[in-house]
């Protein structure tokens, strides 16, 4: 642990430059693949079929100090050294904290260190070009770390969002998205969801991935109060549950007490930072595949969520 916190804490321009053409190669490969250990990969969907632990990251923003306690807790270079064992990320790496360049390149040594073990899926904070809001403030934190190199980094850090994952199915169990669920029908799922980064100019489906939150609503949907995506209700949770042959949503996309349930305990939000919301907790998941052959619901899932010392 020590190697990869002082690496991501002292790395220069070239140090990050190059570990983050690391991570970018590492994406790019599976994508040509389309395919890591035990899963599939097409386009913006991961799905993995065979697997023995999974540990599931939310939201960090930032906060590397929660991230190296999380990777410290599950042992993470024994963890990731089984191909067999899954470690997901569920986006937004970056904003509101204040090391949003270490987590970035941590996430990155973690993929090309062990590709078939990470799965990196983008968050709204990792669309600032599709879909800009004001606290993006990484441009910032580039610059001030590095200086004169800054645009040319934050061009490559932009190719680094474009090649992460928008969805993540894990077979017969979990889906798992950044945000919310898309509130249109959409015919093929698979096929909605691999080509959405290519397509969010003519649909919805990529917004809503990373922008849409659930709330008990009446109706399938209504707009967002963040002014992007929307808000959606228990019968587009429980007909995705449907057609991905899954039983309970993961996301995270809002702060809360480690976890919260909804949707009649068909979804768990997760959040794994505590710096930029220090009222709220921060959780992860770690749950064996026999763990999650137990699981029906999200009251069940939740006895696998480990929350972190307030601190």
């Known amino acids: 642990m020590s190697q ?41 969907l991961v799905e993995i079929k065979d697997y023995d632990q999974l540990v599931v990251l939310s939201d960090l923003h930032g906060d590397s100090q ?30 509101r904290g204040s090391d949003s360049i270490g987590v970035l390149y941590a996430i990155c040594y973690l993929k090309h260190a062990h590709p078939d073990s990470v799965i990196l899926m983008r968050g709204n904070h990792e669309a600032p070009s599709e879909f800009p809001f004001p606290s993006h403030d990484l ?70 991935l990373l922008w849409n939150d659930p709330r008990p609503l009446g109706e399938e949907w209504e707009p967002s109060w963040r002014g992007i995506g ?14 991905t042959n899954t039983k309970v949503v993961v996301r995270g996309h809002e702060p809360c007490h480690g976890y919260r349930i909804d949707h009649h305990s068909m979804m768990l939000t997760l959040f ?18 026999n763990d999650l052959d137990s699981v029906n619901d999200a009251d069940d899932l939740a006895k696998f969520v480990k929350k972190l010392p307030q601190s």
């Open 230 to 243: 929307r808000h959606f209700g228990s019968a587009v949770t429980k007909r995705w549950l449907a057609d």
């Open 272 to 289: 794994s930072c505590r710096q930029a919301y220090p009222g709220f907790g921060a959780a992860y998941i770690s749950a064996g595949k």
């Open 66 to 95: 929660a991230l190296f306690q999380i990777l410290d807790a599950v042992n993470y270079e024994k963890f990731l050294s089984g191909p067999e064992n899954k470690m997901v990320f569920l986006g937004d790496y970056v904003d």
């Open 139 to 208: 441009p910032y934190d580039i610059e001030d770390r590095f200086g004169a190199g800054a645009k040319a980094i934050y061009g490559r850090i932009l190719a680094l969002f474009g090649l992460l994952t928008l969805a993540t199915v894990v077979q017969g169990r979990l889906l798992l998205v950044h945000g919310g669920l898309p509130t249109d029908a959409l015919g093929d799922w698979r096929q909605a969801i691999a080509t959405a980064q290519k397509s969010h100019l003519k649909n919805r489906v990529m917004e809503e």
């Open 4 to 44: 990869i916190v002082r690496l991501s804490a002292t790395a220069g321009p070239s140090e990050f430059s190059q570990v983050l053409e690391q991570g970018i190669s590492a994406l790019k490969e599976e994508q040509k693949r389309g395919a890591i250990a035990g899963g599939t990969v097409t386009g913006g």
